[in-house]
C-alpha cells in the first residue's frame, strides 16, 4: 500500500546549490501536503505544506510545488547548506476523510560543504 | 517552543511482555496520535485520539494496543503482549486542530525492542 513515494532513498548536492526532493501520489482524494525533516534520534520535524488550492508555497530557503494533475510534489531548497542534511519525508492527508497522515519511506540528503 | 516529548528513549522487552510508552503532548493541543516506524520502513499511523476517545485507527492497530490519556498531560501506548514484529520507533504525535488540513508535531520516539 504505497500511497506515498518518494522514489529517490538519497541525495547529494553541493553547499549553496538547489536540492529538489520529489514525492509522488496516487489517491487522488489527498488535499494537503506536509514535508517533515528527520535527524538521526529525532522525530520527524514540521518544515513546510501545501494544500491542494495552491500549487507553490514559499517559506525562506524553502519551497513546495505541486501539480496535482502529475500527482507530483516536490521540495526545493535554495541555497542548501550542510545543516540541511537530513532525511526528508513528504506526508498526505485526505483531510474531508480522517486525520492521518500518509508518509513516503524519505529521502536522505546529503548537503557537501 | 513547546514540544512533545516522550519517554522512555529506548525501552527493551522480552517477547510475550507488556510495555507502555508514555508522551507528553504540546500543551494547548486536543488530538494526538501514535505512529511506527519499523527499521528501513515508512512512518505509518496508528491511532488518533480525541476528546478521550480513539477517533481513528490503522489495521495496524489491533486488540493487543490501546491508548489512553490518564491525566491532563501524559498520553500513552500500551501494547498487552509483545511480538518480534513489534520492535520499531514509535512516534506520538498532537496538533492543535484536526478534522481538515493541520499539521501534526512529532516526538522524538521510542526505540522499542522486543527479544
Known amino acids: 500500500d504505497q500511497q506515498v513515494k518518494q522514489n529517490s532513498p538519497s541525495l547529494s548536492v553541493q553547499e549553496g546549490r538547489i536540492s529538489i526532493l520529489n514525492c509522488d501520489y496516487t489517491?487522488?482524494?489527498?488535499?494537503?501536503f506536509l514535508w517533515y525533516k528527520k535527524y538521526p534520534a529525532e522525530g520527524p520535524t514540521f518544515l513546510i505544506s501545501?494544500?491542494?488550492?495552491?500549487d507553490k508555497n514559499e517559506d525562506g530557503r524553502f519551497t513546495v510545488f505541486l501539480n496535482k494533475s502529475a500527482k507530483h510534489l516536490s521540495l526545493h531548497i535554495v541555497p542548501s547548506q550542510p545543516g540541511d542534511s537530513a532525511v526528508y519525508f513528504c506526508?498526505?492527508?485526505?483531510?474531508?476523510?480522517?486525520?492521518?497522515?500518509?508518509f513516503g519511506t524519505g529521502t536522505s540528503l546529503t548537503v557537501i560543504p | 517552543e513547546p514540544e512533545v516529548t516522550q519517554t522512555p528513549s529506548h525501552q527493551v522487552t522480552q517477547m510475550g511482555q507488556e510495555v507502555i510508552l508514555r508522551c507528553v503532548p504540546i500543551?494547548?493541543?486536543?488530538?494526538f496520535y501514535w505512529y511506527r516506524q519499523i527499521l528501513g520502513q515508512k512512518v505509518e499511523f496508528l491511532v488518533s485520539?480525541?476528546?478521550?476517545?480513539?477517533?481513528?485507527k490503522s489495521e495496524i492497530f489491533d486488540d493487543q494496543f490501546s491508548v489512553e490519556r490518564p491525566d491532563g498531560s501524559n498520553f500513552t501506548l500500551k501494547i498487552r503482549s509483545t511480538k518480534l514484529e513489534d520492535s520499531a520507533m514509535y512516534f506520538c504525535?498532537?496538533?492543535?486542530?484536526?478534522?481538515?488540513?493541520?499539521?501534526?508535531?512529532f516526538g522524538p520516539g521510542t526505540r522499542l525492542t522486543v527479544l
Open positions: 504525535a498532537s496538533s492543535e486542530l484536526a478534522g481538515g488540513p493541520h499539521t501534526q508535531y
Open positions: 489517491n487522488s482524494m489527498f488535499d494537503y
Open positions: 501545501i494544500s491542494s488550492i495552491k
Open positions: 506526508a498526505a492527508q485526505a483531510s474531508n476523510t480522517g486525520n492521518q497522515f500518509y
Open positions: 500543551s494547548n493541543h486536543l488530538y
Open positions: 485520539f480525541y476528546n478521550n476517545e480513539i477517533s481513528e
